[in-house]
T-cell receptor, first 112, second 115 residues
Framework: DGGITQSPKYLFRKEGQNVTLSCEQNLNHDAMYWYRQDPGQGLRLIYY???????QKGDIAEGYSVSREKKESFPLTVTSAQKNPTAFYLC???????????FGSGTRLTVV | AQSVTQPDIHITVSEGASLELRCNYSYGATPYLFWYVQSPGQGLQLLLK??????LVQGIKGFEAEFKRSQSSFNLRKPSVHWSDAAEYFC?????????????FGTGTQLKVEL
């Protein structure tokens, strides 16, 4: 079945550490997105990519970085510059027909 | 700038009762509107979408939504709620094409169902 796989499901980060969240899709979608979810704040866009080797900052890109070397993969790195990284992170993709986003099941990141 | 307002943070209904979740949007062009549902610790699942045609759209799990351009609203309804409908619901707006196809989400409405 086609879909989006996010890993790991739970991730713990120590202070000053960079961590990378994985997002893989087999839907052949060009566009991919990373959102951050905090209680009571809905989903906020971190980065998005419309095509391989190209990506754009979203509303809250500071402290995050991404790459898009393959169509199927859009990893998100949470750097030590992100001062409040504890959140639920959601990856999504969208096809050219605009049929809405398909979401992964999320990664919960906690600072320890 | 596009925005979505979901004025109800929490809603509690009895099983079997009807449900309406409110969504108001601000968008400069013809909006592409969505409703998603999220169970705890999970991703979002698409319930229904609207971009043109009949303003009453049917979705999965017995949900429907009505687009009212004059009120900039896209409210979600269900005639009879089941206990399994307890979840968080998100309304979203975006372009059909262009602008990075970015969706803007509301802050969500948490639905509790009393048995």
């Amino acid at each position: 079945d086609g879909g989006i796989t996010q890993s790991p499901k739970y991730l713990f980060r120590k202070e000053g550490q960079n961590v990378t969240l994985s997002c893989e899709q087999n839907l052949n979608h060009d566009a991919m997105y990373w959102y951050r979810q905090d209680p009571g704040q809905g989903l906020r866009l971190i980065y998005y990519s419309q095509i391989v080797n190209d990506f754009q900052k979203g509303d809250i890109a500071e402290g995050y970085s991404v790459s898009r070397e393959k169509k199927e993969s859009f990893p998100l790195t949470v750097t030590s510059a992100q001062k409040n990284p504890t959140a639920f992170y959601l990856c999504a993709s969208r096809d050219e027909r605009g049929a809405g986003y398909t979401f992964g099941s999320g990664t919960r990141l906690t600072v320890v | 700038a596009q925005s979505v307002t979901q004025p109800d943070i929490h809603i509690t209904v009895s099983e079997g009762a009807s449900l309406e979740l409110r969504c108001n949007y601000s968008y400069g062009a013809t909006p592409y509107l969505f409703w998603y549902v999220q169970s705890p610790g999970q991703g979002l699942q698409l319930l229904l979408k609207y971009f043109s045609g009949d303003t009453l759209v049917q979705g999965i799990k017995g949900f429907e939504a009505e687009f009212k351009r004059s009120q900039s609203s896209f409210n979600l309804r269900k005639p009879s709620v089941h206990w399994s409908d307890a979840a968080e619901y998100f309304c979203a707006v975006g372009p059909l094409t262009g602008g990075g196809n970015k969706l803007t989400f509301g802050t969500g409405t948490q639905l509790k169902v009393e048995l």
